[in-house]
Nanobody, 126 residues
Framework: QVQLVESGGGLVQAGGSLRLSCAAS????????MGWFRQAPGKEREFVAA????????YYADSVKGRFTISRDNAKKTLYLQMNTLKPEDTAVYYC???????????????????WGQGTQVTVSS
């Protein structure tokens, strides 16, 4: 059974930064692409960023490109999301997920991810 546990969320002022972490267990972490998604109240879940199994390739939603950075440490079995220049519209619950299929590339499609964390709340005040 795969477990993903997010941490690092919180309340921050607009323009500030946060670093989210996602600790994984139960699967060979380094063999799977990972992604971050978010869901704001009353809105559908949306893609934020993805990284392939090795960390060599990344992919971002246009809304966060240039402000967010996804990375991974396969030795520590941990995924990260560095979020800079945060905006009120970034307020959401952030989820990490692991992509179905070993050694796959990045994807923005939620249905291609099979395990999800419980989420961590990020609130950006104006």
């Amino acid at each position: 059974q795969v477990q993903l546990v997010e941490s690092g969320g919180g309340l921050v002022q607009a323009g500030g930064s946060l670093r989210l972490s996602c600790a994984a267990s139960g699967r060979t972490f380094g063999a799977y692409a990972m992604g971050w998604f978010r869901q704001a109240p009353g809105k559908e879940r949306e893609f934020v960023a993805a990284i392939n199994w090795s960390g060599a390739n990344t992919y971002y939603a246009d809304s966060v490109k240039g402000r967010f950075t996804i990375s991974r440490d396969n030795a520590k079995k941990t995924l990260y999301l560095q979020m800079n220049t945060l905006k009120p519209e970034d307020t959401a619950v952030y989820y990490c997920a692991t992509r179905r299929g070993a050694y796959s590339g990045t994807s923005s499609r939620a249905d291609e991810y099979d395990y999800w964390g419980q989420g961590t709340q990020v609130t950006v005040s104006s």
